[in-house]
C-alpha cells in the first residue's frame, strides 16, 4: 500500500505542476466549462461511431473540433492544437508502424510464420496443445497486428480441434488471448505505442514490463480458462476446414492459409473482418491486399527454418530490451553502453530487423529484387487506416493538453483518490464497452491520463501505459467487428460467443490490471 500511496502522490503532483511541466498555456475556461468540454466531446466520438457508423478517424477529428470550441478556443484555432499533435505522433510512431508492417508482411509470405507454428505443433503431445496454441500466438504476434493474426491462427486451430477431435474453443482461446494480450500490451503494436508516445513512456522498458504482464495474463485467460470454457459451450470438431476437408485441394497440409487464400463469410487472409471492418472498430489492414500470397506465387521458394523465424521475430524485443538493461545499469556511458543504447533505439530496432528480414525472409529464401520491393509497397497499403486512426488519436490528445481538459480531469482523478493505474484502466474500460474500439480507447484514456504522467517514475509510467491497454480489450460485445469475426469463424451463436470470446477479452482484462497493480506495488 506504500507503493501505492506513492503512486498516487506522484500523481497528484504531477497534476499540480502541469503547466510549468509542459509549458503549455493553461487551461481556456472555467473548470465547469471544461469538464462539458470533455464529456461533449467524448460523447461526440462515440456518437459518431456507434451510431452513425463514421469511421475513428473522422470521429476523432469532429470530436477533437468540438471539444476545443466548448472548451473556448476560438474558431479559427479549433483545430491547431489537433494538427499539431495528428504530425507529432505520426512523426514519433508511424515510422515504427510503417516496419512493423513490413516485418509481418515478409514473416508470413515467406512461410516463416507456417515453420513457427509447424515446429511447434510437431513437438506437441495432444494435452498440451492448448498451451502450444497459446505459445505460437505468443511469438508470432509479436510483429502481426491482432486481425491478422487472428486469420492467421483459426484455420490451424480449426484442424487441429478436426485431427485430435476435440472442441476447438480448448485450443482457439489460448490462441486469441495470446494475440489479445499481446495487442493491447506489447510495442510494436498501434495501441501500446501510441499511450507510450502520449505519456511519454520509455519504449523498452515498457515492452519489457508489457511480457512480463502479458505472460501470467495469456496463461490464465487461455489454457486455464479454456478448460471450463468447453464445458460452457459444447461444440463438435470441425467436420471441414473453412469449407474444405482436411488436406483438401487449395489446403495446405500444415494449415498455414485458408483455402485459395479465403476466410469464411467474405473475409481475407489480410484482416479484413466481416463487412470489411477490422476488430476492434478499426479499418486498419483491411484492404484486398493479401497478406498470405497465394500458392502460385510462392511456387519454388525456400521456406525460412524455424530458427531463423524466431530470431527475426525476436530481434528488436532483444534490442529494445538490452537497451533498457544498459540505462537501468547506468552503464549508457561506456563504449558497448554506447553501442546497445543506439540498437536499442526503437526505429533503429525496427529497422535493423526490417533490413534481416528483407534478406531472411526475402532473398534467402529465393526472392528476386523486384518482389522483395513489390512486397514492401503492399505492406504499406494495410497500414492506412491505422496510421490515420492513430494520429487523429495524438490530435485529439493534444487538444486535451493544450485546452487544459486532461489537466482539470486528472486533478478530479488525483483528488478522488484513485491511483492513476485503476483510473487509466477504468477509462479505458469504459470507452472501449461504449465504442468497441480498442485503439480509440487507448487514445482517450492516453490523452485523459497524460498529466497524471508527466513527472511518474520511469516504471510507474510504463505500468500506466499498461494499464491502460489492459483496459482497451475489456468486454468485447456486439459493437466490436472482432466479436462476430471470432463468432463466423467458430460458427458459434451470439450467446456461445458471449460465453466464450467477450468472457475472455473481460478475464484477460482484470487480470492484467491485478499484475500491473501488483508490480506498482512493488517497482
Not at 107 to 112: A, E, M, N, R, T
Not at 121 to 143: E, Y
Not at 467 to 476: D, M, P
Amino acid at each position: 500500500m506504500l507503493h501505492a500511496t506513492s503512486l498516487l502522490a506522484q500523481g497528484a503532483a504531477a497534476a499540480a505542476a502541469l503547466p510549468q511541466a509542459a509549458a503549455d498555456p493553461g487551461p481556456t475556461a472555467s473548470t465547469p466549462q471544461l469538464v462539458l468540454a470533455a464529456i461533449i466531446g467524448i460523447a461526440v466520438i462515440v456518437g459518431l461511431i456507434v451510431w452513425l457508423k463514421m469511421h475513428p478517424f473522422l470521429a476523432l477529428v469532429l470530436g477533437s473540433g468540438v471539444l476545443a470550441i466548448v472548451a473556448g478556443t476560438g474558431l479559427t484555432d479549433a483545430f491547431t492544437s489537433f494538427s499539431t499533435g495528428l504530425g507529432t505522433t505520426v512523426a514519433g510512431v508511424g515510422v515504427l508502424i510503417a516496419l512493423g508492417a513490413i516485418i509481418g508482411k515478409l514473416l508470413i509470405d515467406s512461410g516463416g510464420a507456417d515453420s513457427i507454428v509447424d515446429t511447434i505443433l510437431d513437438k506437441t503431445p495432444a494435452k498440451r496443445l492448448p498451451w502450444a496454441m497459446a505459445l505460437i500466438a505468443f511469438v508470432v504476434g509479436i510483429p502481426l497486428f491482432f486481425e491478422v493474426g487472428v486469420v492467421l491462427l483459426i484455420p490451424v486451430v480449426m484442424i487441429v480441434a478436426r485431427r485430435m477431435r476435440v472442441n476447438p474453443i480448448l485450443v482457439g482461446i489460448p490462441a486469441l488471448a495470446g494475440l489479445s494480450a499481446l495487442h493491447g500490451l506489447v510495442p510494436p503494436h498501434p495501441g501500446p505505442l501510441l499511450a507510450i508516445d502520449a505519456l511519454g513512456a520509455d519504449l523498452g522498458l515498457t515492452l519489457g514490463l508489457g511480457l512480463l504482464v502479458a505472460i501470467p495474463t495469456v496463461i490464465v485467460a487461455g489454457p486455464l480458462l479454456a478448460i471450463p470454457l468447453t464445458r460452457w459451450v459444447r461444440l463438435e470438431p470441425p467436420v471441414t476446414v473453412l469449407g474444405m476437408s482436411d488436406g483438401g485441394a487449395g489446403t495446405p497440409a500444415d494449415g498455414g492459409t485458408a483455402p485459395n487464400g479465403t476466410a469464411p463469410n467474405g473475409t481475407t487472409p489480410n484482416g479484413t473482418a466481416v463487412n470489411g471492418t477490422a476488430p476492434n472498430g478499426t479499418t486498419p489492414n483491411a484492404t484486398a491486399t493479401a497478406t498470405v500470397t497465394a500458392p502460385s506465387a510462392t511456387a519454388g521458394l525456400r521456406k525460412p527454418s524455424f530458427g531463423v523465424s524466431v530470431l527475426v521475430v525476436l530481434l528488436p524485443v532483444i534490442l529494445m530490451l538490452a537497451r533498457s538493461v544498459i540505462e537501468i545499469a547506468g552503464a549508457t556511458e561506456t563504449g558497448y553502453g554506447t553501442v546497445l543504447e543506439f540498437l536499442g533505439t526503437p526505429l533503429v530496432a525496427l529497422l535493423i530487423t526490417s533490413l534481416v528480414a528483407l534478406v531472411a525472409f526475402g532473398s534467402a529464401v529465393g526472392r528476386t529484387r523486384q518482389q522483395i520491393g513489390d512486397l514492401v509497397g503492399s505492406s504499406f497499403a494495410p497500414i492506412a487506416g491505422i496510421l490515420l486512426i492513430v494520429g487523429a488519436g495524438g490530435g485529439f490528445k493534444q487538444t486535451l493538453v493544450d485546452s487544459g481538459v486532461g489537466e482539470v480531469i486528472a486533478s478530479g482523478i488525483a483528488d478522488a483518490g484513485i491511483t492513476p493505474l485503476l483510473a487509466g484502466w477504468m477509462v479505458a474500460a469504459l470507452i472501449r464497452i461504449a465504442t468497441g474500439s480498442a485503439t480509440v480507447a487507448t487514445i482517450t484514456a492516453a490523452g485523459i491520463m497524460a498529466p497524471l504522467a508527466v513527472g511518474l517514475e520511469p516504471t510507474h509510467a510504463a505500468l500506466l501505459v499498461l494499464a491502460i491497454g489492459a483496459g482497451s480489450v475489456f468486454l468485447s460485445h456486439v459493437n466490436d467487428a472482432g466479436f462476430w469475426l471470432v463468432k463466423e469463424y467458430f460458427g458459434m451463436t451470439v450467446g456461445q460467443t458471449f460465453k466464450t470470446w467477450s468472457l475472455m477479452e473481460s478475464v484477460l482484462s482484470v487480470v492484467a490490471l491485478v499484475v500491473v497493480l501488483v508490480l506498482g506495488a512493488f517497482v
